[in-house]
């Protein structure tokens, strides 16, 4: 399971989005939030749901580094929250983060 947090542990974001989703996690609330972020009718399980952030969480840096017009600062930070909620939900080896 911790091969799955991999990819979060060697994220290297700007620390105006970093603090901006640490802020956020104190108000999230997977059972309200989740689907919206993911756009989906449920909130999948927390592993699959990392897996599905990850993907649009690279797809939003991705925009924001080419300078695209479609790229959204609000919707990147609430990407960013759900994976940090999310990735306290799954398992961790010890001694892993």
Known sequence: MTDILNPLA???RPK???RAAQAGLRDYNRGRDLARVLRQ???PAAEKAFCVLLSEEETC???RRAGEASYS???H???LVAMMA???LLPRAAGTF
Request: glycine share 4%; aromatic share 4%; hydrophobic share 50%.
């Open 10 to 12: 060697s994220l290297r």
């Open 16 to 18: 105006l989005l970093i």
């Open 41 to 43: 009718s449920g909130a």
């Open 61 to 63: 840096e991705a925009r």
């Open 73 to 75: 600062f609000a919707r």
């Open 77 to 79: 930070i609430e990407i």
């Open 86 to 88: 999310e990735a306290r």
